[in-house]
């Protein structure tokens, strides 16, 4: 399969616990997009990255959250001490910029449940 | 930064019937906005796209219009069928500076097509 890849699929753990999710993208893509998604709503925007380079991260994003992409291929995603709030669908997403669209192909995501 | 609403939030239509969702947003500057359908535990894909130099696009039974000066863009989809089933999302991509930036999403209608 050549799309986005995410791992892992679900995760549960407790309050206070970190946690890290890691998304594959497409392997010619540059962009790479991390979202959260909340039953009912639609993916809210976390951060995203242009090759290795993080160009921007939501105002909205607790500095528990961080995100890298060393290499500018697979990007990670750590939550850290987890809150029963941080419980949402993680999607990745990818794109190739320079494609006139810009068209976003999202992972399956990473589920999370803090108890 | 760029604001997105939608309605309705469900909609439920007979099968053979026409669905409309209607999408506003905020910023003037924004140039690009896609529709993404998400079916249950699957991962949001593109299902038909618009930029703001366009007023209409049409892919089969799917079509998709954009009025630039009230700032709103809808879905039509005629001949609904039971595999229209699903949660449809619209966005809208930020344009600063004319780099490509990253989509802003409405919250979602859920479309149930009865058989």
């Known amino acids: 399969d050549t799309g986005v890849s995410q791992d892992p699929r679900h995760k549960i753990t407790k309050r206070g616990q970190n946690v890290t999710f890691r998304c594959d993208p497409i392997?010619?893509?540059?962009?790479l997009y991390w979202y959260r998604q909340t039953l009912g709503q639609g993916p809210e925007f976390l951060t995203y990255?242009?090759?290795?380079?993080?160009?921007?991260k939501s105002r909205l994003l607790s500095d528990r959250f961080s995100a890298e992409r060393p290499k500018g291929s697979f990007s990670t995603l750590e939550i850290q001490r987890t809150e029963q709030g941080d419980s949402a669908m993680y999607l990745c997403a990818s794109s190739l910029m320079g494609l006139d669209t810009g068209e976003l192909f999202f992972g399956e995501g990473s589920r999370l449940t803090v108890l | 930064g760029e604001n997105v609403e939608q309605h309705p939030s469900t909609l439920s239509v007979q099968e053979g019937d026409s669905a409309v969702i209607k999408c506003t947003y905020s910023d003037s500057a924004s140039n690009y906005f896609p529709w993404y359908k998400q079916e249950l535990g699957k991962r949001p894909q593109l299902i038909i796209d618009i930029r703001s130099n366009v007023g209409e696009k049409k892919d089969q039974r799917i079509a998709v219009t954009l009025n630039k000066t009230a700032k709103h863009f809808s879905l039509h989809i005629t001949e609904t069928q039971p595999e229209d089933s699903a949660v449809y999302f619209c966005?809208?991509?930020?344009?600063?500076?004319?780099?490509?930036?990253?989509?802003?999403f409405g919250t979602g209608t859920l479309l149930a097509v009865q058989p």
């Open positions: 392997s010619e893509h540059n962009r």
């Open positions: 990255f242009q090759n290795e380079a993080q160009l921007e």
């Open positions: 966005a809208a991509r930020e344009n600063y500076g004319g780099a490509t930036n990253k989509l802003i």
